[in-house]
């Protein structure tokens, strides 16, 4: 009963915490866009170094974009991947000795 509680609990907040990343992911996603589009009305349209700077600006805003997904979809993976330990403290790493010693009989 309690384990399949602790599954529980594991999964929900699993589920919180990437529903959370999420969000933020998607709220850091539209202020790049406004900030993008504020940047266009601010250089204009009409040169050609103006357009230059809109590509490079573009390109910059892409890459900030992939690199927080990016470590966004590392951080599920590392919390997904991670596993409960349920052994006891005792037993990690006791020797045969030491657990005789704890349980003579």
Do not use: C
Not at 32 to 37: G, H, Q, R, V, Y
Not at 88 to 104: D, E, I, L, Y
């Amino acid at each position: 009963m309690w384990i399949t509680k602790e599954s529980a609990i594991s999964a929900n907040l699993l589920t919180e915490t990437i529903e959370f990343f999420d969000a933020k992911l998607a709220q850091v996603t539209g202020e790049i866009k406004k900030t993008l589009d504020n940047a266009k009305e601010i250089i204009g349209i009409a040169s050609q170094s103006a357009g230059e700077a809109r590509k490079e600006l573009h390109k910059r805003f892409i890459e900030m974009k992939d690199n927080q997904e990016k470590t966004l979809l590392e951080f599920k993976t590392n919390i997904r991947s991670r596993t409960n330990n349920t052994e006891p403290k005792w037993k990690k790493g006791a020797s045969r000795k030491n657990f005789r010693r704890s349980r003579p009989y």
